[in-house]
């Protein structure tokens, strides 16, 4: 299954009365909104950035392309552009030699060292950048015989690093760590896969035809936890996410924690803190574009000496018309900000908008989740969610607003508060759509 708006879970099923070109790259419960099957002429490439690290990293990292093509540029957590375009589909002359698609994402968890790192899920293939110089430093294909889709990259030191692969491969055996729907280990600085971690043990008891389905990974204090939305070859078979804690030292499966009642979960983020894991589910998709809500919700677990806990849980009822989208993120310890995602009016039900929405834990019981942002006309503008907790900003991407802008949300006086400081063309060579957002 490829990735093409957020974190595409559900590409199998085809979308009727869409374009060709759409039908072939959107995800059914995550339709894109359709800007054009036309792909721009490919920018040129302006290379790094010599803006000085501080507290929160350097600044962020911008994908933003309509399907077809991929434009990445680096944003400050200010909002000023650092570099229009350090990568696009059209770099093949300055050293990639696997050019990027139309479908590629940083990771969630921020590289620091001032390098870039990028995932193609069409073509499984791992891309570093020096973010000062722009220039590629190496690629790395984890297909291992097979079409991977690789959805997170999470590195522990310079010689180690994971990546979760969505794909099963049906007939492993043919090559070294060809099992599929699974953790890779990789050494970073050798650009080498090392090893691999089977999520067969977190399945215990489930349909043998279902796969883990690997999404989203965080890594705190030395263990990796990695979020998994189970469903069989079709996606159309599910069965209740959950979270899988990996020991980084010996790469061995500690915990398994089933999220009964959750499906299609693909949010993950961590607070600097570590002490909590927030997730979103959009619950399962029945061959159709809509979502069981009676599946989808927001979760709170709390890390501890006896493992993850449940601390708080959102049903999507209490939480808007829209399930859950596939972006999640800390703005403070109790502050948290997601996605929902909308729906196109059919079928004699309304329009429903995507929002950009706030919870916050320390209000307990009393604190109602709180709408920032809208999506105007086309559901399914707005992306992904990413904050810099240290320096108390955030931004989301939104494809629609102006041709494309990020957004910037700072944490005012009252920690509790968020406040919308300004929208910044992140792409203005080409014009195309921000999507997907990381850190360095």
């Not at 650092?82 to 968890?109: C, F, K, R």
Request: hydrophobic share 40%; glycine share 12%; charged share 20%.
């Amino acid at each position: 299954m490829t990735r093409k708006m957020l974190l595409s879970r559900f590409d199998r099923v085809r979308l009727r009365g869409l374009p060709a070109c759409s039908a072939r790259t959107l995800a059914a419960g995550a339709l894109a909104a359709l800007l054009g099957c036309n792909a721009p002429e490919p920018p040129e490439d302006t290379g790094g950035t010599d803006a000085p690290e501080g507290p929160c990293g350097i600044g962020a990292v911008v994908v933003s392309n309509d399907y077809q093509s991929t434009n990445v540029g680096l944003l400050g957590w200010d909002g000023a552009v650092l570099s229009a375009s350090i990568v696009s589909s059209g770099s093949a002359p300055i050293g990639l030699s696997a050019p990027l698609s139309g479908d590629v994402t940083p990771p969630t968890m921020p590289v620091r060292g001032g390098r870039v790192v990028l995932l193609d899920r069409s073509t499984s293939v791992l891309t570093w950048l020096d973010a000062r110089s722009g220039e590629v430093t190496g690629q790395l294909s984890v297909a291992t015989g097979f079409a991977a889709n690789p959805q997170d990259y999470v590195e522990v030191s310079p010689g180690k690093a994971y990546v979760t692969r969505l794909e099963p491969n049906l007939a492993p055996g043919a090559e070294p760590f060809d099992g599929g729907s699974d953790v890779l280990v990789l050494d970073p600085g050798a650009l080498a896969v090392v090893g691999r971690v089977d999520l067969a043990p977190a399945m215990v008891g489930e349909d043998p035809a279902l796969h883990p389905r690997p999404g989203r990974a965080v890594l705190v204090e030395g263990r990796l936890y990695v979020l998994l939305a189970p469903s069989s070859a079709s996606f159309l078979e599910t069965a209740a996410s959950r979270l899988v804690e990996i020991d980084t030292r010996d790469d061995t499966i500690a915990a398994v924690t089933v999220l009964e009642g959750l499906r299609g979960c693909a949010g993950l983020a961590a607070p600097d803190s570590g002490a909590r894991l927030a997730v979103t589910c959009t619950g399962s998709f029945g061959g159709d574009a809509s979502s069981n809500l009676a599946e989808a919700g927001l979760v709170v677990l709390a890390r501890g000496e006896q493992g993850l806990t449940e601390e708080r849980r959102w049903p999507a009822s209490e939480l808007g018309e829209g399930s859950p989208g596939f972006s999640v993120a800390f703005a403070s310890e109790d502050r948290i900000l997601f996605t929902t995602l909308g729906r196109d009016a059919s079928g004699g039900d309304p329009r429903v908008d995507d929002t950009l929405t706030a919870v916050d834990l320390a209000a307990g019981e009393r604190g109602a989740p709180e709408v920032l942002l809208r999506s105007k006309e086309l559901p399914f503008s707005l992306g992904e969610v990413r904050c810099a907790e240290a320096c108390g900003r955030c931004l989301v991407a939104d494809a629609e607003t102006d041709g494309g802008v990020v957004h910037r949300f700072d944490v005012g006086a009252d920690p509790r508060a968020l406040v919308h400081v300004g929208a910044f063309r992140a792409d203005p060579q080409t014009g195309l759509p921000p999507r997907y957002l990381g850190a360095f």
